[in-house]
């Protein structure tokens, strides 16, 4: 069975930065595409970032390149999002998940596991 447990969020002020961890248990997310995913209030999810690090692939969304980096531990079997100079428009609860299919224009689809997300919070 896969798990993927997120932590890292919390409460910043707009500048600031935030790294975000998610530890997968079942998968390796060396071989499988990985994503990050938020949600705020009201909106639909919308992936910011994912990767396919054994393909050499990474995705951000438009939004969010240059600012948010996708990065792993291959030792710790974690993901991470790097999160500088945050905006109040990034609050929202993040979600890391894993999948089996990507392309580089659309990044990780159909993800088959996800984690219970972590709250981000980016005052002004």
């Known amino acids: 069975q896969v798990q993927m447990v997120e932590s890292g969020g919390g409460l910043v002020q707009a500048g600031g930065s935030l790294r975000l961890s998610c530890t997968s248990s079942?998968?390796?997310?060396?071989?499988?595409?990985v994503g990050w995913f938020r949600q705020a209030p009201g909106k639909e999810r919308e992936q910011v970032a994912a990767?396919?690090?054994?393909?050499?692939?990474?995705y951000y969304a438009d939004s969010v390149k240059g600012r948010f980096t996708i990065s792993r531990d291959d030792a710790k079997n974690t993901l991470y999002l790097q999160m500088n100079s945050l905006k109040p428009e990034d609050t929202a609860v993040y979600y890391c998940?894993?999948?089996?299919?990507?392309?580089?224009?659309?990044?990780?689809?159909?993800?088959?596991?996800w984690g219970q997300g972590t709250q981000v919070t980016v005052s002004s």
């Open positions: 079942g998968r390796t997310i060396s071989i499988y595409p």
């Open positions: 998940a894993t999948g089996v299919y990507y392309s580089a224009r659309t990044g990780l689809s159909a993800p088959d596991y």
């Open positions: 990767a396919y690090f054994s393909g050499g692939g990474t």
